[in-house]
């Protein structure tokens, strides 16, 4: 199996996203129903160490979810994070700040919603919308981008000094990949609900998103808090090779039963 390594996004300007196929299946097990079989085993061991975390109260997991319209955050959420207790778990997502959210700094409506000791937090679209969307509709300029992007990596490293582990997956699908996902919403009533008109608009800038998501990911992968390319074309895989990375971010905790307590090693329950 393909290491996870080799995913990790570099601190280089010559990052070029056009180089990762997003039909790669690196972490397949060879058919979609192994996939499905070994994802479930890998839920199940997020759960144990979920427990675990939960139970030491001391640390807490960060994962954010970026990638175009259509690349699969919702579903990566549903099938990677199916085992865990929804009781330590939150999901968070950013869109459009409101006009009281845009009356403070662009952070400002994230703090809140960071995982507390013990938790895990997941962003479905994060503070990263605020160097993405901004930057392709010309909201902000290079200046401000590269200054915002110098804030979020402080305000990383602020979480990671807390305790927070932080694991940032950038869903890779191809632009056509995302034309038969679209269409595919369009075509059965019953989904018609997914689909708007807006990404439609959005999609003509697709050129201008690979750019920005390319010069965002190279500047904010650190080793506190690294990004990883996950081939999404292939909806299975990519929640598998999650999982994966989920898992590599919960066992480097090196977590363990809290110790027990001596006063109760002599009661009996009548």
Request: net charge positive; with cysteine; glycine share 4%.
């Amino acid at each position: 199996m393909a290491s996870l390594a080799k995913y990790r996004v570099k601190n280089d300007k010559a990052f070029d996203l056009r180089k990762l196929d997003p039909a790669a299946k690196p972490f397949s097990r060879g058919s979609k129903a192994d996939d499905l079989a070994y994802l479930a085993g890998l839920s199940e061991k997020i759960c144990t160490l979920q427990e675990l975390l939960y139970a030491n109260g001391k640390r807490s997991l960060l994962v954010v979810l970026q990638g175009t319209d259509t690349s699969g955050k919702d579903g990566a959420v549903r099938s990677v994070f199916s085992h865990v207790n929804p009781q330590g778990v939150s999901v968070a997502g950013f869109k459009a700040p409101t006009a009281e959210e845009q009356q403070h700094d662009f952070l400002w409506r994230i703090h809140p919603h960071v995982p507390g000791a013990g938790r895990i937090a997941i962003f479905n679209r994060s503070h990263y919308e605020d160097v993405l969307v901004t930057r392709v509709k010309g909201m902000i300029d290079d200046a401000e981008a590269q200054r915002r992007m110098a804030h979020i990596r402080h305000f990383e490293k602020l979480l990671v000094d807390r305790g927070t582990v932080i694991l940032k997956c950038f869903l890779h699908i191809s632009k056509d990949e995302q034309k038969a996902r679209l269409q595919a919403r369009l075509d059965d009533p019953a989904k018609n609900w997914k689909f708007n008109v807006a990404d439609l608009e959005e999609r003509k800038s697709w050129d201008a998103y690979q750019t920005a998501y390319a010069a965002a990911l190279s500047a904010t992968s650190t080793d506190d808090a690294p990004w990883y390319v996950v081939p999404a074309n292939s909806k299975t895989h990519r929640n598998v090779m999650i999982a994966e990375l989920c898992l590599a971010a919960l066992k480097s905790m090196k977590l363990a039963p809290p110790k027990a307590n001596p006063a109760l090693a002599k009661l009996k329950i009548e």
